[in-house]
Nanobody, 123 residues
Framework: QVHVAESGGGLVQAGDSLTLSCTAS????????MAWFRQAPGKDREFVAA????????FYADFAKGRFTIKNDYAKNMVSLEIASLKPEDTDLYAC????????????????WGQGTQVTVSS
């Protein structure tokens, strides 16, 4: 069992920046990865960004490129998601995932999830 917890969400104004954080309780294998997904009410879960511990490769959804930055703390099983120039369309519940994915951008590849942290961006 792996416990995942994220924090850092809140109510912000468009143009602000925000950093979300997430910690997984442990990792076991070389292929460990962590990711961020977001989900608006009534909509499908959407990939945002991910990072592999094995090599440190980072991946971003198209909409996230340029404004979103994912970073990992290798030793602590932690990731952050820095969001710059927030837009109202960034409003979502942001959930952190951990596991050993094949395709790192597919939510079903992750076994461990946090409860999510809400980001709400006013115009």
């Amino acid at each position: 069992q792996v416990h995942v917890a994220e924090s850092g969400g809140g109510l912000v104004q468009a143009g602000d920046s925000l950093t979300l954080s997430c910690t997984a309780s442990k990792r076991t294998f070389r292929t460990f990865a962590m990711a961020w997904f977001r989900q608006a009410p009534g909509k499908d879960r959407e990939f945002v960004a991910a990072v592999r511990w094995d090599g440190g490769a980072r991946f971003y959804a198209d909409f996230a490129k340029g404004r979103f930055t994912i970073k990992n703390d290798y030793a602590k099983n932690m990731v952050s998601l820095e969001i710059a120039s927030l837009k109202p369309e960034d409003t979502d519940l942001y959930a952190c995932a951990a596991g050993y994915p094949g395709n790192i951008m597919i939510s079903g590849e992750y076994n461990y999830w946090g409860q999510g942290t809400q980001v709400t961006v006013s115009s």
